[in-house]
């Protein structure tokens, strides 16, 4: 069974950075998308990013200019490098991981069909 383990939240002024880090373990496959998700309180979960198994990295708009996924496929880990945050981008992140169909696939900008996600891991952005 895969699990995922995410580190590196906390709380920190506007402006400032944070990096958010996954660990995979337990039957990962080649081929795996792997990416963030994050759930603000009173919202739904949201894309953030993701970076499939051929290095090709998704953002959503709002976090484009200032975040930054990268991911080791031999260590079966992703990070998520943010810069610049703002009090919208407060909320839980999430680790996910998935396989859309071939190394070079878009991954699904959809929750539901993620098949593997870590426990989360709170971001708190201060004004």
């Known amino acids: 069974q895969v699990q995922l383990v995410e580190s590196g939240g906390g709380l920190v002024q506007a402006g400032a950075s944070l990096r958010l880090s996954c660990a995979a373990s337990?039957?990962?496959?080649?081929?795996?998308?792997m990416g963030w998700f994050r759930q603000a309180p009173g919202k739904e979960r949201e894309f953030v990013s993701a970076?499939?198994?051929?290095?090709?990295?998704y953002y959503r708009n709002s976090v484009k200019d200032r975040f930054t996924i990268s991911r080791d496929n031999a260590k079966n880990t992703v990070d998520l490098l943010m810069n610049n945050l703002k009090p919208d981008d407060a909320a839980v992140y999430y680790c996910?991981?998935?396989?859309?169909?071939?190394?070079?696939?878009?991954?699904?900008?959809?929750?539901?069909?993620?098949?593997?996600w870590g426990q989360g891991t709170q971001v708190t952005v201060s004004s």
């Open positions: 970076q499939n198994w051929a290095g090709t990295t």
């Open positions: 996910v991981m998935g396989n859309f169909g071939s190394l070079r696939a878009t991954p699904s900008r959809d929750p539901e069909v993620w098949r593997y």
């Open positions: 337990g039957g990962t496959r080649i081929g795996n998308a």
